[in-house]
């Protein structure tokens, strides 16, 4: 396979340094939830908590998550709660797999109430750009394109209550990530959440609660992916609890 050949981006490959060694290690834990096995990476221990999975952790490594076995899919979605109580810096890594190798990440990174968006993509290698889409209740707000692999491609911040002296977020509702493979076999991250103010990549400012970031594929020399079958999930956050998750299956 041809993912990681053309790995000369440092960002990208220290990425992939950090994930491939785990998704080939051997999961300590497993346990079935909604039809799909999900594994555990690291320290992260595994409990069905009612219609619920919840992954503990804690570790400041970034190594601890789940490994959810999709079977060869096109579409993956789960939403998903994170305790950030144990801290005020987090990072969330989502990856997909394979036959065993990344083809993207989307990696966010928090602190305090500010978070920012990055990704990477392996499909037409270190070269890879990916756009950056923002939609406020379906409808498009901003878009910027030809962003670099690991390159910062959006922050966000949450929308505070402004009767609240503490200057807290409003409520935080499940947020729902999807990975979904298109078909020209780009790879695409969607991230659903409450209403935030987005900056993108080019300064532009707008509010939205979709964020969707799409792989740019072009010319001869890309390597487009059809389907995956595992979907990488790694945290700094205390827990993850998974409200529910789904594939679509490849054909």
């Known amino acids: 396979m041809r993912v990681l050949q053309s790995l000369v981006n440092p960002c990208l490959a220290a990425v992939f340094a950090l994930v491939l060694p785990l998704a080939q290690a051997q999961a300590q834990q497993c346990v079935s939830y909604r039809g799909l096995d999900h594994c555990a990476l690291g320290t992260a221990r595994l409990s069905l908590q009612g ?42 890594l989502l990856t997909s797999v394979s036959d065993g190798a990344p083809t ?7 602190q305090g109430d500010l978070e920012t968006y990055s990704a990477t993509f392996s499909g ?11 939609y406020r209740d379906g409808v498009l707000q901003a878009a910027v394109s030809g962003v670099r692999n690991g390159q910062l491609a959006v922050q966000a911040q949450c929308i505070t209550d402004p ?22 076999g780009a790879c695409e991250w969607t991230i659903e959440d409450d209403v935030q103010i987005f900056q993108l990549a080019n300064g532009k400012v707008v509010q ?10 072009r010319g001869p020399g890309s390597y487009p992916y059809f389907g995956f079958d595992q979907i990488l999930l790694q945290s700094t956050s205390k827990s993850v ?4 998750t789904s594939v679509v299956s490849a054909k």
């Open 208 to 217: 939205g609660n979709r964020l969707v970031l799409t792989e740019e594929v």
């Open 51 to 92: 219609s619920e999975l919840r992954a503990d952790g804690g570790s400041t490594s970034g190594k601890d998550g789940i490994a959810i076995n999709t079977g060869l899919a096109t579409t993956w979605t789960a939403s998903t709660q994170l305790d950030y109580t144990n801290g005020s810096t987090h990072s969330l």
């Open 124 to 134: 037409t290698g270190a070269e890879s750009t990916f756009s950056v889409l923002v």
């Open 104 to 110: 993207s990440t989307a990696t966010i990174q928090k």
């Open 241 to 244: 609890t998974f409200i529910d």
């Open 163 to 184: 009767n609240d002296a503490n200057r807290t977020c409003k409520s935080r509702k499940p947020r729902t990530n999807t990975f979904h493979v298109l078909t020209n």
